[in-house]
């Protein structure tokens, strides 16, 4: 039988259930307006549900914190905008609110005649992958510094001795394992904590900015706006009532 005929024979959902045989995999789909049209079990369970039906068209916003839900559904529009998101690692929350290390997968659903339907991505939890973990741990300790002492001003020398690597090695491991620079992390890990800010605050821009380590708020619109696709006030005047 052809492959296609086998595929046909199987069933999209036949196929897609696979991913409940993969221990610490989420897997989603979902639909251009970022809501859930399917889901494999750790998915489920990992945002506190019992079965799929009880998350069905829901979107991030229903089980996630407000600003890890925009970070998300941003996430969706960008990748339908044709970005993609291949391994990339990150630090998010586990189902009982702790930190741990992640790598994500996003791709867009396109129908035959190329009409963006919606995305679709796997999430795999790296705590028991010790092959994934060792790359985590050759870059885990300046990681931690960035994520404690953001606001203040760091420089790479001392990221450096902290992991007991030259400038040059640290750098070199910065772009191995999260395909950017440390002075490229250390801005996005202060970006990341002003639209935390910014969605769950009344505090001015201007004072979120010099919370975050931006000491010019012209600098800090400019590199939020790269990141995120739109200035700090336009997000914020979407969180407003």
Not at 125 to 140: F, G, N, W, Y
Not at 181 to 187: K, S, V
Not at 197 to 214: D, K, N, W
Request: proline share 3%.
């Amino acid at each position: 039988m052809e492959v296609q005929g086998i595929i046909n024979k199987a069933g999209v959902n036949q196929l897609i259930a696979a991913f409940d045989l993969l221990p610490d995999i989420l897997f989603w789909v979902k639909d251009s307006e970022s809501r859930i049209l399917y889901a494999n079990q750790h998915f489920i369970e990992h945002q506190g549900y019992k079965s799929l039906e009880q998350i069905l068209l829901k979107t991030d916003f229903d089980f996630s914190s407000k600003h890890l839900a925009f970070q998300y559904v941003n996430d969706d529009k960008r990748v339908m905008n044709g970005y993609v998101v291949t391994d990339r690692l990150e630090l998010n929350q586990t189902s009982n609110g702790e930190l741990a290390w992640f790598s994500t997968s996003k791709k867009a659903i396109l129908a035959d005649d190329g009409q963006i339907l919606g995305t679709y991505g796997v999430t795999r939890h790296l705590q028991k992958t010790s092959k994934a973990l060792s790359h985590v741990r050759a870059i885990e300790e300046p990681v931690n510094y960035i994520r404690e002492h953001y606001h203040r001003n760091i420089c790479i020398e001392e990221l450096a001795e902290l992991a007991h690597l030259s400038v040059s090695a640290l750098e070199r491991r910065f772009k191995k394992h999260l395909a950017k620079t440390p002075n490229q992390f250390i801005n996005e890990i202060r970006l990341e904590n002003a639209r935390k800010l910014l969605v769950e605050t009344r505090l001015p821009i201007s004072q979120i900015a010099y919370q975050c380590g931006f000491s010019e708020p012209s600098y800090f619109s400019k590199q939020f706006r790269r990141l995120f696709g739109e200035i700090p006030s336009q997000m914020r005047a979407q969180t407003e009532p």
